[in-house]
């Protein structure tokens, strides 16, 4: 028998087209064995043929595994009679969506919605909602005015807005709920949290209203949760659950729902991870299934690239997990949470720019690069550090570290010394591999970093009778009284490894939540960054830094160069940026460490006559390593004496002679007067040969003079080098 599984392709309308031919490839990436098979269905069958569902396209599902959706448009009945095509008006047929029909057929009574953090933003959390398909309030049993039965119209009568709105003012809904469809749903529940890992499922109802059949209900939960003695089980009011779904989405593990609770919760579970482009379904049943990202088919979006392919890439891995291709399933979320992570290829409705097809672009490409490069976040804690009192070089110093340590360091923030923002902050910044908090591990009220994190990773403070005994240690050692306060410092987030200081008696801690480690240190930079060392050489040995194309350029501002930079990097590396970083008088230019060859060569060209460095020094500093001592003769009127001091350092009275000169050309304006551009002309003669360059520059301010200087500095550089080539722009 063929391990090879078909799935019939059923791109459906509007955007749905867009973002299956965009994210399909991810099946050839993760080397899915699958056989694609094309079909139709949707709106334009629905037109020119009178059913969204053509009788080809139930033949191609019957003779595949499962589908892929893309998106389907469905409109009321009075709409779709009017798009009708000519020949169908006469004797218009029944409009029934694509959706209810495959539903119906199929005995699609599960639907699955997962939920998970992939935008990495506060805490982990990954949860399913199951909604019944088949039954509850949208069982069908719907009845307005004259046609409610007569049953139901004699059942609601003695209501006092029935008896005053009379049976043509009375529309009835019935819930129906059956033994059958409640065992069936929870069982697929329990089976989808088993597999999964989860340890709780919740029961969204609301028992205290609808008493009965809330009873009902729950008697079926009670018994069917025996068989699963692992699985707490629990009923909850659906309006707490909605409400503990947003504030502390991490405590749920599945949520099992009647048909409108679950259709309401699982569009809620869409905004809790960050809209519906990253939301994927399922749709399992006793006949068949079909996977389709909830997004719908937004017509206004169509041919605008515009639509987010994160939630259908996510829906592949769904439907590739319920054919039993686990393996290739994995890998998907990986690449997305990635990509989503990363932000550089978002699209409109995560706040970014990105296409359709550049974003599903990107996930291809994490899919097919190895291992992420590990990111980390960086908290450092005290209000003298908001105020400006003192400057944060914790800050600045844990990044050169992390950077060396091969971390990219993602977010840098401070707070002060309140409870909440501490929480707030660490919540916020949570999801990568590391999240260094540093300060506020003190003995003093106002030191609450340890309770800070502490309640944001949810855990209780514990005694650590280890670090107790190291504090009272130390203060005793140097002759100093403990206080009752000092043994706020033995306090740590439960279970966390703690990080002794040998030089205070602020001891650190690691806690791990997931992937991140959250990590607490002092504040102190000659006890947090020996530990943090320490730290860095355990859990994250350094690695050879990627080799990075980068140029350090003299006489470009950023608008110069950017835009052909931009072009170079888009055509050989989509969706990644150069960095620009202008520290006057240089710029200097960086390519990311992926980017081809190739790039570099067409970046080295467009910067052609401008570029001092290749490895971030000043033009004096790459002098210093290239001559390191001549006997310099400066005629100097450029600069006003800038350049004699910078090159002071070089002069060799018994080097190698080297005059200079150099001056300004063309009117110049009068002196404190910063305005227009400044033309200059270095000469270099030695040995005999004269070599001459020239540089315009805005005429800034003052500052102009240390870019003459810099300038200078260059042109002996190029003369002692051999290179001659000036920019001609």
Known sequence: MSNVKKIAVLPGDGIGREVVEAVLPVLDTVGAPVELIHGDIGWECWREEGDPVPRRTWDLIDRTDTCLLGAITSKPLR??????????????????????????????????????????????????????????????????????????????????????????????????????????????????????????????????????????????????????????????????????????????????????????????????????????????????????????????????????????????????????????????????????????????????TAGTRESADAILRALAAPAPQPTAAILTVGEELLNGDVVDTNGAEAAKLAAAHGLRTTARRTVGDGLAEITGAVRELLGGDLLLVVGGLGPTSDDRTRQGVAQALGLPLEHREEAWQAVTERLRRFGLTVHADNERQALFPQDSTLLPNPDGTAWGSVTRLGRTRVVMLPGPPKECLPMLRTLLDRDFPAAPAAERARWRTLGLIEADVAAGVDRVLTAHLPGRTAGYRWHYPYLDITLPPEAPAAAAEEVEALLAGYVVSRRGLTAAEELAAAAPGFALKLDDTLSGGAAERLLARLADPAGEPVEVRARAEGPQPAPGEWTGSLDMRCTVTRAGAVRSHTLTVPRRGPEVSDCAAEFIAWSVLRALTGETADAHR
Do not use: C
């Open 79 to 352: 709409e779709a009679r009017a798009e009708l095509a000519d020949h169908l008006r006469a004797d218009p047929p029944a409009y029934v969506s694509p959706v209810i029909q495959l539903r119906q057929r199929l005995g699609l009574f599960a639907n699955i919605r997962p939920v998970e953090n992939h935008l990495g933003r506060g805490l982990p959390y990954r949860f399913t909602v199951i909604r019944e398909n088949t039954e509850g309030l949208y069982a069908g049993y719907d009845h307005a005015g004259a046609g409610v039965p007569e049953p139901l119209r004699r059942h609601v009568a003695d209501h006092p807005n029935a008896t005053a709105s009379g049976p043509d003012g009375t529309a009835v809904s019935l819930r129906l709920t059956t033994r059958h469809g409640i065992e069936r749903l929870l069982r697929f529940a329990f089976d989808h949290a088993r597999r999964h890992g989860h340890t709780r499922l919740t029961w969204a109802d609301k028992p205290n209203v609808l008493r009965h059949s809330g009873d009902f209900a729950r008697e079926i939960l009670e018994r069917v949760a025996a068989e699963y003695p692992e699985i707490e089980a629990e009923v909850h009011n659906v309006d707490a659950v909605a409400l503990w779904m947003v504030r502390r989405p991490e405590r749920f593990g599945v949520i099992v729902a009647e048909n409108m609770f679950g259709d309401i919760l699982s569009d809620l579970g869409g905004g809790v991870m960050g809209g519906l482009g990253l939301a994927p379904s399922g749709n399992i049943g006793e006949h068949g299934s079909y996977f389709e990202p909830v997004h719908g088919s937004a017509p206004h979006l169509a041919g605008r690239d515009r639509a987010n392919p994160a939630a259908t890439a996510l829906t592949i891995a769904l439907m590739l997990e319920h054919l039993g291709l686990d393996e290739a399933a994995r890998e998907i979320p990986r690449a997305v949470r990635e990509v989503l992570r990363r932000g550089e290829t978002l699209t409109y409705d995560l706040g970014g």
